[in-house]
């Protein structure tokens, strides 16, 4: 299914767009929603998460479910790397990083 917001005369409205500040990423499966993970633990609904690693990392994360882990089951994002998710829940997508000083920028459409 996909929702598409327009106004009365049948325009796409812009949605609005949540960035926070860089942090480092859960050294463990860890919901992006989390407050450990820098974004609003209240924000829940959005049309898509943009996930960047920082260009100075030296390691790794990793995106996935639950069961995303620091070197398997995801999506591993090197530095510099990015990923959009085309998710409407934020609670369901996980960071895991390969180290605790692994930073990850976010932002969050709505």
Do not use: H, W
């Amino acid at each position: 299914r996909l929702d598409v917001n327009v106004d009365s005369a049948g325009r796409g409205i812009t949605a609005s767009i949540l960035s926070y500040a860089q942090f480092d990423a859960a050294t463990s499966p860890t919901a992006i929603s989390d407050a450990t993970n820098g974004i609003n633990a209240s924000l829940t609904d959005c049309v898509e998460i943009i996930i960047q690693c920082d260009f100075d990392n030296t390691g790794y994360i990793m995106v996935g479910g639950s069961g995303a882990a620091a070197d398997t089951n995801g999506i591993r994002l090197n530095a510099g790397d990015m990923l959009v998710l085309p998710v409407s829940y934020t609670a369901n997508v996980y960071i895991d990083g390969s180290a605790s000083s692994q930073k990850v920028n976010v932002s969050v459409r709505r």
